[in-house]
């Protein structure tokens, strides 16, 4: 594994996210994947010859927001109640294959390659339960709140205190008494005060033993079955995944969806370079990710827009630079490219070489500035200088920032 500083999660479907909980102990509703018409129809068979009401179709794509979002085609809403296998059949044919657009995909949307065929529920309460860490506190963090099915945000937003935390010692993991005080703040009572601590437990379980940098249920339920018993459902689960710890965990990261993911983000991980695109026209090439977040900054300080981050780590080869100039070149918004250096690891002529090369190898055009500082500078400065290439040098961060800006001009703003 290459040692970075950042960390990037890998996201998973619904589906896998529930399949997951699962096998931690976490009750979710019984329900499979389908990528044919046909095959979400037999799901939905098995699920109403069980006994159940009602059967949800739903779209399954990296974003939330799905029951409200419209498909390009028109028809409204990525998830549906149906009332029959032939009902679950007929939504399936005008939602696969079609571009779902949610608050979260942007105008572009995402196209819906798989549905989750889920047993209906009857619910009578939503909550809202997440685990992450705590960088403060250095510690893992489990909120619930009274407030399901809203964005965690908004009632971080407008009611904080209906938002219950409980700080975790790693050493110790999550112990009963936090779960039930945790099932507690939520109202819950009688029974349904151990089925939540038992849930919560496996909710904490899966975050920790899947090197998760989230699991999120929202909504977290408790339904009325046809007996009229009620119980504690996680209708809907997201869990992100640190990439960091993926090496540990083949069977999770054989869940990855490339379709869901960027190109240019996916290309970027075959180098093991940290790669996000943005919306500017300045592309950034930076050893560091805390100097890559400098950079972006200082570029949008003198008028500029970052095209992406882009960290090529603490000792990136002369074919890893190289790998980087090709893929920034990939995303036509790109105006002008600043490479911003600090070489301690880093030898500053290794990075110097792989420009030189990268530019000749794609016959750039696009107004490049060069930050060289740090070990081996010299030899660095020397290598441009000699290459013969129209590269223009950045005495300082401000100076290289101003510059490129200033190559550009109108055209980054």
């Known amino acids: 594994m290459v040692e970075r500083g950042f960390s990037f999660a890998m996201n998973i479907h619904e589906f896998q996210a529930k399949q997951l909980l699962a096998q931690y102990g976490v009750a979710v509703p019984a329900g499979s994947p389908a990528?044919?018409?046909?095959?979400a129809r037999a799901a939905a068979e098995k699920l109403f010859a069980a006994g159940h009401a009602r059967v949800v179709v739903k779209s399954q794509i990296h974003a939330g927001g799905r029951g409200k979002g419209t498909f390009k085609s028109g028809l409204q809403g990525g998830v549906k109640v149906c009332a029959s296998a032939e009902e679950v059949f007929e939504r399936a044919q005008v939602m696969l294959g079609q571009t779902l657009v949610t608050k979260q995909t942007g105008p572009a949307g995402r196209v819906v390659s798989q549905l989750l065929i889920e047993a209906g529920a009857k619910i009578v309460k939503e909550f809202y339960c997440a685990v992450l860490l705590d960088r403060a506190a250095s510690r893992p963090l489990m909120m619930v709140s009274t407030e399901g099915g809203m964005d965690i945000e908004e009632v971080a937003a407008h009611t904080p205190e209906k938002i219950v935390k409980e700080l975790i010692d790693p050493a110790t993991g999550m112990m009963p008494f936090q779960a039930r005080k945790l099932a507690a703040a939520l109202g819950l009572k009688g029974d349904l005060i151990n089925s939540a601590a038992k849930l919560l437990l496996g909710v904490y379980k899966t975050w920790w033993e899947s090197d998760a940098s989230m699991v999120e249920i929202n909504p977290l339920c408790i339904v009325e079955g046809a007996d009229g018993k009620q119980s504690l459902v996680a209708l809907d689960g997201k869990i992100g995944l640190d990439d960091n710890g993926l090496f540990r965990h083949a069977n999770l990261l054989a869940m990855r969806d490339l379709a869901e993911e960027s190109p240019l983000e996916v290309e970027a991980s075959k180098f093991s370079l940290n790669y996000i695109k943005l919306d500017g026209s300045i592309a950034c090439l930076v050893n560091g990710a805390g100097l890559a977040m400098a950079t972006m900054d200082i570029i949008k300080h003198y008028g500029g827009e970052p095209a992406n981050?882009?960290?090529?780590?603490?000792?990136?080869?002369?074919?890893?630079?190289?790998?980087?100039?090709?893929?920034?070149?990939?995303?036509?918004?790109?105006?002008g490219i600043l490479v911003n250096i600090f070489g301690g690891i880093m030898d500053c002529d290794v990075i110097a070489k792989g420009i030189v090369a990268a530019v000749k190898e794609t016959g750039l055009k696009l107004p490049l500035v060069v930050r060289l500082e740090g070990n081996n500078v010299v030899a660095g400065k020397q290598t441009l200088a000699d290459s013969g290439l129209t590269i223009i040098s950045g005495g300082t961060m401000a100076d290289a920032a101003q510059k490129v800006v200033g190559a550009l001009g109108a055209q980054c703003r």
């Open 309 to 335: 981050f882009l960290d090529v780590g603490g000792g990136a080869s002369q074919e890893q630079v190289a790998a980087a100039f090709k893929i920034i070149l990939q995303d036509p918004s790109v105006r």
């Open 35 to 39: 990528t044919t018409p046909e095959a």
